[in-house]
């Protein structure tokens, strides 16, 4: 049985995605790996209409690169499920600004969720917002 479920698992994405640093990063993913939870954040920023194909890319091989996911197109599928759903979530915000702020991915078993917190908009006139996706492989 597993102890966490996929609202545990969103939770932890979700943080990891609202670390301030790369040092930040790293603390929490050793904290967790301790538990058994794999867990990835990658900076991004761009023009948000360009950017979604690489958004969804750069969260599937962040993954693979760091033991999130394997090389099976179920655990791919998956991630790029689950930002696709995050990517949609911020949408409506987003079209035709700019954003930056991080991926995040995290994997419990068979839980994967994925979470974007970004800064949208011009300048220093930035509104901000979550999106989360789940899947389960």
Same mark, same amino acid.
């Given at each position: 049985m597993?102890?966490?479920g996929?609202?545990?698992?969103a939770?932890i ?5 609202l ?5 930040e ?7 967790y790996l ?10 991004y ?12 890319? %750069?969260?599937?091989? @962040? ?6 996911? $394997?090389? =099976?197109?179920?655990?791919?599928? *998956? &991630? /790029?499920?689950?930002? %696709?759903?995050?990517? @949609? ?5 987003a079209? $035709?600004? =700019?954003?930056?702020g991080?991926? *995040? &991915? /995290? ?31």
């Open positions: 597993d102890l966490l996929s609202r545990e698992v939770r994405a979700i943080q990891m995605s670390t301030k640093n790369r040092a990063e790293n603390y929490h993913k050793e904290e301790r538990t058994g939870i794999r867990t990835v954040a990658i900076d920023g761009g023009d948000f209409i360009t950017s979604v194909n690489k958004i969804i890319e %750069r969260a599937v091989v @962040a993954s693979k690169r760091e033991g999130v996911i $394997g090389d =099976s197109h179920a655990e791919e599928g *998956a &991630v /790029a499920g689950a930002t %696709r759903e995050a990517i @949609a979530q911020i949408m409506p915000k079209l $035709g600004l =700019s954003v930056g991080k991926i *995040a &991915v /995290a994997r419990y078993h068979d839980h994967v969720s994925v979470a974007l917190f970004f800064g949208i908009g011009l300048l220093h006139l930035n509104e901000v917002a979550i999106g989360l996706g789940h899947r389960a492989i």
